[in-house]
Nanobody
Framework: QVQLQESGPGLVKPSQTLSLSCTVSGDSITTAYYYWSWIRQSPGKGLEWVGAIAFSGSTYYSPSLKSRTSVSRNTSMNQVTLHLSSVTPEDTAVYYC???????????????WGQGTQVTVSS
C-alpha cells in the first residue's frame, strides 16, 4: 500500500517561501515510471497542478507558477519537497502530493494521494 504524507507549516507570511515535504512509504520515488506531483486547491476553486518530479529526477512546473516554484527530492529519505517563493494570500490552499504516470500531469489521473495539508498565507 502506497502512502503519501504531506508536512509543513500551516501559516506562512506574505513574501516568504513556502516549503512542504511529502514523505512516501510503500514505494520508492525512483520507481519507473512514476511522477510525483504537487497539487493545490484554494477556497472555492478547483484543483490546480503546481509541479512535479519524475522518477528520473526531471522536474515539471505549471507555467503560471514556474518562476516561483521548485520541486526537489531526497531519495535517501524517500521525500519530495515543494518550495514556493514570494507567497501572497492567493497561495492559500490545501496542498496535496500525489503519484501518477506521466499522463497524470495533464489529465489529473493520479492513483495515490496524500490527505493534504492546509497552508494559509497571512501576516
Amino acid at each position: 500500500q502506497v502512502q503519501l504524507q504531506e508536512s509543513g507549516p500551516g501559516l506562512v507570511k506574505p513574501s516568504q517561501t513556502l516549503s512542504l515535504s511529502c514523505t512516501v512509504s510503500g514505494d520508492s520515488i525512483t520507481t519507473a515510471y512514476y511522477y510525483w506531483s504537487w497539487i493545490r486547491q484554494s477556497p472555492g476553486k478547483g484543483l490546480e497542478w503546481v509541479g512535479a518530479i519524475a522518477f528520473s529526477g526531471s522536474t515539471y512546473y505549471s507555467p503560471s507558477l514556474k518562476s516561483r516554484t521548485s520541486v526537489s527530492r531526497n531519495t535517501s529519505m524517500n521525500q519530495v519537497t515543494l518550495h514556493l517563493s514570494s507567497v501572497t494570500p492567493e497561495d492559500t490552499a490545501v496542498y496535496y502530493c500525489a503519484r501518477g504516470g506521466m499522463v497524470a500531469l495533464t489529465t489529473g489521473t493520479y492513483d495515490y494521494w496524500g490527505q493534504g495539508t492546509q497552508v494559509t498565507v497571512s501576516s
